[in-house]
């Protein structure tokens, strides 16, 4: 009796998994207009990931594309639904240059534009209805591996990303390891950091207060002033480094401030003021959980004996109304971060060759390009 209601319960789950398999369906999309359409979907799929929301947000999306797109550039994205509601989105386009051997390079959308602009997306990945997970992850390995393409760069995922899981273990993938730095403010205390990093924050203090420097929040009306005032700061400290410093792009800006006009909720700023002139600003995405760590400017010339930004983290660490302060990826090892007394998480970078032959072909006449340009 016992084994017939076990085998009948069997059944019955075999039953159901067959009719979800069933009612979900599958599209790919090729223009953008196709993409915009579903932005009401897609948001509502948003909103029941459990992290890092902002960098597959519409709203994040929707700022590269109007910053980035290419007209010789190739939508591929993949969605499926089930009945009415939208389940899973795999978020490609692909480029393809114009050499003698083109290659055709697929990217996620936020990603892959030219390096001088580049904006540095994280974290963004497949997005999917968990619920659905054992339905859609198989189809959606398929596909992408079935894709007609040379390669696919994925940058800055998660060590627990769908697209990892679904990636990583194929023959032809390698990944770059780095690491991911974020301090849990729920348990995390100044009593954490090394006895030299509290010395450095209390004497930075005091010589502020003898300063009679303020630190607080930036007013949410001001961040398209302060972002111009970080950006000053920012690339003189780099251009006196000799080098070109993140905001030098036109393209790299306008993003930003496309996000800004459409997420102003996602967005933090905290500075430091001398004189009511600021000296040092921290510029954060921000979520319902986290206060993420983004691009800094301060004045080296007058301040540098402060240490300015260690202080302003520090200070919005204390003062941060979210349980988690992330410094996003660095380097796997010798990292600043690290001295925060964060948490450090695996992230890679992966690519995925397709076609390892014609790569090999493509690399050798690259070389003898260069050489022959150069001769």
Sequence with gaps: M????????????????????????????????????????????????????????TS????WLETFWQKNWQLN????????????????????????????????????????????????DILINEKFQEHLLPKIQQWILNLKADQLHWHALLHNSS???????????????????IVNGLNWSLENLSKNMRSRYRRGLNQLDKLNATIDWVEQSDFDQYWQLMKKLHQKRWQG???????????????????????????????????????????YFSDATTLYFYQSGWNESEYS???????????????????????????????????????QQPMYNITLTFSPIKLLFYSVFEKIKVKYLSA
């Design 305 to 343: 004996h402060l240490s300015p930004g260690l202080i302003l983290h520090l200070w919005t660490i204390e003062n941060n109304n979210k349980p988690y302060y992330d410094f996003m990826m660095g380097k796997k090892k010798d990292s600043y971060k690290a001295k925060f007394a964060t948490l």
């Design 60 to 63: 994040w999306v929707a700022s």
């Design 241 to 283: 480094k000799n080098a070109k410093g993140a905001f030098c792009s036109d393209e790299f800006n306008q993003f930003h401030a496309k996000f800004r006009e459409k997420s102003p909720k996602n967005i933090a700023m905290s500075a430091i003021w001398v004189n009511d002139t600021p000296i040092a600003i921290h510029y």
């Design 163 to 181: 697209t990892r899981n679904i990636l990583a273990d194929y023959e032809q993938t390698k990944s770059n390891e780095a690491t991911r730095y």
């Design 77 to 124: 994205v993949l969605i499926a639904w089930c009945d009415d509601e939208l389940i899973a989105i795999v978020p490609l386009y692909y480029q393809q240059n114009n050499s003698i051997l083109p290659m055709k390079v697929l990217y996620p959308l936020g990603q892959g534009e030219a390096e001088a602009q580049e904006i540095s997306t994280e974290y963004t």
């Design 2 to 57: 016992l084994n017939a209601r076990i085998n009948q319960s069997i059944k019955c789950n075999q039953v159901r998994i067959h009719n979800v398999a069933d009612k979900i369906t599958w599209a790919e999309l090729t223009k953008i207009e196709q993409l915009l359409k579903i932005i009401p979907q897609w948001e509502k799929l948003i909103k029941i990931q459990t992290t890092s929301k902002i960098f597959n947000s």
